[in-house]
């Protein structure tokens, strides 16, 4: 693996959070198989997932770790957020709960993350429009209030979960160009990798921060 | 997956084999009509757990089978009652008939006459096995000799694991103490709370698996029971996620109210604190899981470390579900058994394995260079590894005794709290660290105190539900466990002192890690007491009996001794049985622990003496009494002598570990060379190969014993034997701090001396 050409320019940390049964391992496998999972285990621990996509003309490869709802957990999944430039914070939309206990996520997420680390709001489930709890427009202004990135979807029928994904990652892109994003920062959740062909000297555990030696 | 269910015809399908016993909820279980021919092939084959289910007869399909159910095309069920999914197990070679026919029956001897056939056998199995497995909390109900641990090693017979597991963990006895108590709780509404989630989950347990498939059918019924009542049962913890594939494994395999029991046996006492809120439990266990890692497998340690890969990130679903949705199913089946037997230092073997033989190798380190690239391969663990039979094996073959594990829980227990200083420690944790058998209290010594203890946690939950259990119903090996206890340390105060003493000290492998223990213990202690005066006056009529009795046949022994080699061997294992008990006698509170250095300088000469001459160990001590009750019981028939030590061979490695604190490897080879009469034995013995052996100190035993090998063959055995628990002794004396390496050898050298002399008689008669 490390000595094969890397097609990829940057790897990206991604993790989603949020109340149990939201769909967080739904909404992953949604993005990553394209498929509804329909009896998705629940997750203990942390689960993960790769996808690589493509951000101006970047091939960028996500890196998603997936973690356990359970409040109980929370003591655990806690050391999954080191290191992420992506957080999706996922509610449901269908129960009023999970979207309450939102700022608590959030604060985890700011504490536990960088601060440069891009947050998305989703709320999930849209497609049971019957049983909505949560209206679109509470949702916005908490979205707007806190700085966050925020959609509606559905890991059920895919909709908006790619443009939730890619929305992510192109933040954190134009963050990088912009260099609010700083690559060698510890923890940036970003890992530049050349596209180029490369020897085994990346052995290293902190590859992103040698990006210098063959860029 | 509904359409499936919905479809099902109940009639006519027979119980997965696994759970063929107790047939409970299965008849009237949806399962797929497609399917219903084949399952029952596998029922009636499957009986003798050997179906020749004809395989090509899925052949084609099996690759098929995405990760996805739906739109799937369908297979027939496996013999675990999986229809696809990740751990649909492919029909493979299966046991020969009449040897799965002959654990069956063995089994089935074992389980009808379980109380006798434990109680017959209670002392020489308590004496054999204390260091051992019987240091966990599930002996202080059930007590199994060495020949169950072994044969759970080998896997229980599906036919019989339902019952076996129940008998295993004592939640057989829970349930009998406990009638109709479930029936209440399950007629409870519970808190909504709970209610809410474990509904959530329902859908979500082994979803490929038959019992599991249909929405609202009697396997998700019945899970939401146990899981239910568990939570009304504990309402400080709840209902925590991981309990659900745990709870799922049960009633694939007993009857909602037998898999409830099992589930609180599971949760409260082997994994005790790992579903509470906080899960201190699973974030210590991951700290003693990396100190083990370190001297296992260095450099995956190394490598994890230098990644900062947390032992957090990846066995947290490992523990918490007892790798039930890790590994195939035939494995996760094989390590419940001997986890419910040996209780959770098979979970650490398990990691241990799995890590080993995942990250092991320096290539695929390479192959990691980063956290996700490791976290990624732990993920996807090679299935070679995880195959049932080398997973087994790798498992017994690890070598992992009880107090390796205290001495690093205790480690890692000081980190956590240094690390947490605010926190007082885990509630859960300080309690399942004595009740697992991690914290050296654990050791089956104290089991009066465990009781006593487990009486006030249970208490705390639900009006001393276990608590009457232990009390009422419980089994009489635990009232004869205490009272046995009771009679050793009268002895002691009796005037075996000395004996007793000084195998006390010896018996423990750090003077800083007793006595941190100590001060830990110190509460327990006092609880145990008044209990003791309890059963006093009972305790006193047994003891005379025993001790008659035992002085008879000890001379009788002392004759037979010396003349075989056999039986020396024997001896010498249970000569090594005082190592861990003496941490017993501290635990008695009969003795502290300066008196008793105090006495053994005083009687040390007389000790030593004592030991060159095994029958004087008659004079009283416990150590002695206990050495000459082995000794009769080996002495018995032929074949129940041959029984034993086969039986004990694992125990004797294992206690070698404890005494070494370390995997040790020495005695094992010795023993290996010695020994290859018994099947059993041998295979024990042959399961450690000198590549168990990954590190300094176990190449430094290597080299004791084959220096040791060079002189005679008794001589060695004798002084093995004897050095253990004498110069252990000496040591303490000398320097009140037991260092292993730089001793050993003097000491070994100095008994050996002694050995020769005594053992010049013995040579003459074998």
């Not at chain 2, 009237?28 to 009986?47: A, M, P, Q, R, Y």
């Not at chain 2, 599930?138 to 019989?160: D, E, F, M």
């Not at chain 2, 105090?598 to 007389?606: H, Q, V």
Request: overall charge positive; some cysteine.
């Amino acid at each position: 693996m490390a000595a094969g050409p890397y097609n990829y320019s940057y790897i990206f940390k991604y993790i989603i959070i949020g109340d149990m049964g939201v769909g967080k391992s739904c909404l992953l496998h949604q993005f990553t198989e394209k498929k509804f999972m329909a009896d998705c285990p629940h997750t203990i621990g942390v689960e993960f997932g790769t996808r690589i996509i493509e951000v101006s003309g970047q091939k960028i490869k996500l890196q998603i770790w997936d973690t356990a709802g359970q409040e109980r957990f929370r003591a655990v999944t806690r050391s999954y957020y080191r290191g992420a430039a992506g957080a999706l914070m996922v509610y449901d939309i269908t129960r009023r709960s999970t979207y309450n206990h939102l700022s608590s996520w959030l604060t985890d997420a700011r504490n536990l993350t960088n601060p440069n680390t891009v947050i998305f709001l989703i709320g999930n489930k849209c497609d049971l429009e019957a049983q909505r709890d949560v209206t679109y427009e509470e949702a916005k202004q908490f979205a707007d209030e806190n700085g966050l990135l925020f959609l509606e979807a559905s890991a059920k029928t895919g909709e908006n979960v790619e443009e939730a994904f890619l929305d992510t990652a192109r933040k954190i892109y134009q963050n990088i160009q912009d260099g609010s994003l700083d690559l060698n920062a510890a923890e940036s959740g970003v890992q530049h990798k050349p596209s180029s062909p490369r020897g085994t000297q990346l052995s290293n555990d902190q590859p992103a921060n040698k990006e210098g030696c063959a860029c | 997956m509904t359409s499936h269910s919905q479809t099902s015809s109940p009639t006519g399908i027979k119980p997965i084999p696994a759970v063929h016993e107790l047939s409970v909820s299965r008849d009237t279980l949806g399962t797929c009509t497609s399917i219903t021919d084949t399952v029952e092939l596998e029922g009636s084959t499957n009986t003798l757990g050997s179906s020749d289910v004809d395989s090509e007869m899925n052949g084609g399909m099996v690759g098929a089978m995405g990760e996805d159910w739906e739109g799937s095309p369908m297979k027939k069920v496996d013999r675990y009652g999986f229809m696809g999914g990740s751990q649909y197990t492919e029909d493979g070679p299966n046991l020969p008939v009449e040897v799965a026919r002959q654990r069956e029956l063995k089994w089935l001897d074992m389980l009808n006459n379980w109380d006798r056939w434990m109680s017959k056998r209670f002392k020489k199995v308590r004496d054999n096995d204390i260091s051992d497995s019987s240091t966990h909390p599930i002996w202080r109900t059930v007590k199994p000799h060495p020949k169950v641990k072994q044969r759970c090693r080998k896997g229980i017979p599906a036919s019989l694991r339902g019952r076996a597991w129940q008998y295993l963990s004592g939640s057989k006895k829970y349930m009998e103490a406990n009638p109709g108590k479930f029936d209440e709780m399950d007629k409870m509404a519970g808190d909504p709370v709970w209610v809410e989630v474990i509904e959530k989950d329902l859908h979500r347990q082994f979803p490929f698996h038959e019992m599991f498939c249909a929405r609202g059918g009697h396997g998700q019924q019945d899970l939401y029971r146990i899981l239910k009542a568990y939570s009304i049962y504990n309402p400080v913890d709840g209902y925590c996620q991981a309990q659900a594939p745990v709870a799922a494994v049960l009633l694939m395999h007993m009857p909602a109210e037998q898999a409830f029991w099992a589930l609180v046996a599971i949760c409260e006492k082997y994994m005790s604190g790992y579903y509470s809120s906080g899960l201190e439990a699973v974030q210590i266990d991951g700290m003693v899981l990396n100190g083990l890692l370190k001297k296992a497998v260095p450099n995956a340690y190394k490598h994890l470390n230098k990644l900062k890969v947390e032992p957090i990130l990846y066995m947290t679903e490992w523990f918490m579900c007892l790798f039930s949705r890790t590994l195939p199913w035939s494995s996760v089946l094989r390590v419940w058994d001997m986890f419910l037997c040996e209780g959770v230092k098979i979970i650490f073997k398990v990691a241990i394995v799995l890590l080993k033989n995942t990250l092991g190798q320096p290539a695929v380190l390479r192959e990691c260079p980063g956290l996700y690239e490791t976290m990624e391969k732990l993920r996807n663990i090679p299935p070679e590894v995880m195959k049932e039979e080398y997973l087994s094996r790798e498992i017994v073959e690890l070598k992992l005794g009880e107090q390796d594990l205290a001495r690093e829980h205790n480690i890692q227990l000081e980190k956590w709290r240094a690390m947490h200083p605010n926190d007082s420690l885990p509630r859960s944790r300080a309690k399942a660290a004595k009740q697992n058998g991690r914290g050296p209290d654990g050791l089956d010594n104290d089991s009066e105190t465990q009781s006593q203890r487990t009486e006030s946690e249970f208490g705390r939950n639900e009006e001393g539900a276990i608590g009457g259990s232990e009390q009422n119903g419980t089994l009489e090996k635990d009232s004869k466990k205490d009272k046995k206890k009771k009679k050793d340390s009268k002895k002691n105060k009796k005037g075996g002192n000395e004996d007793a003493d000084s195998v006390s000290t010896v018996s423990l492998p750090e003077e800083g890690w007793k006595g941190k223990w100590k001060k830990d213990s110190k509460k327990e202690k006092d609880e145990a007491e008044p209990e003791d005066g309890r059963i006093a006056a009972e305790e006193e009529e047994r003891l005379q009996e025993d001790e008659k009795s035992n002085s008879k046949k000890d001379k009788k022994k002392d004759k037979k001794e010396k003349k075989s080699k056999k039986d020396e061997e024997v001896v010498s294992i249970n000569e090594e049985t005082p190592v861990p008990q003496d941490t017993q006698t501290v635990e008695d509170g009969t003795a502290s622990f300066k008196k008793k250095k105090d006495k053994k300088e005083k009687k040390l000469k007389k000790d030593a003496d004592s030991l060159s001459q095994e029958d004087q160990g008659s004079e009283g001590g416990r150590f002695s009494l206990r050495k000459k009750k082995d000794k009769k019981a080996k002495k018995g028939k032929k074949d129940e002598d041959s029984d034993s030590r086969s039986g004990m061979s694992p125990t004797h490695q294992e206690k070698q570990d404890t005494e070494g604190g370390r995997f040790s490897l020495r005695k094992k080879k010795d023993k290996k060379d010695k020994k290859a009469e018994d099947t059993d034995s041998r295979s024990e013995a042959s399961s450690i190969p000198p590549e168990t052996v990954q590190e300094g100190r176990f190449s430094l035993k290597k080299k004791k014993s084959t220096k040791e090998k060079k002189g005679k063959k008794e001589e060695d055995t004798d002084s093995r034997s004897r050095a253990s628990p004498v110069p252990s002794e000496d040591q303490v004396l000398e320097d009140g701090k037991f260092s292993l390496k730089g001793k050993k050898k003097e000491k070994k050298r100095r008994w050996s001396k002694k050995d020769k002399e005594s053992q010049e008689s013995g040579d003459h008669l074998s």
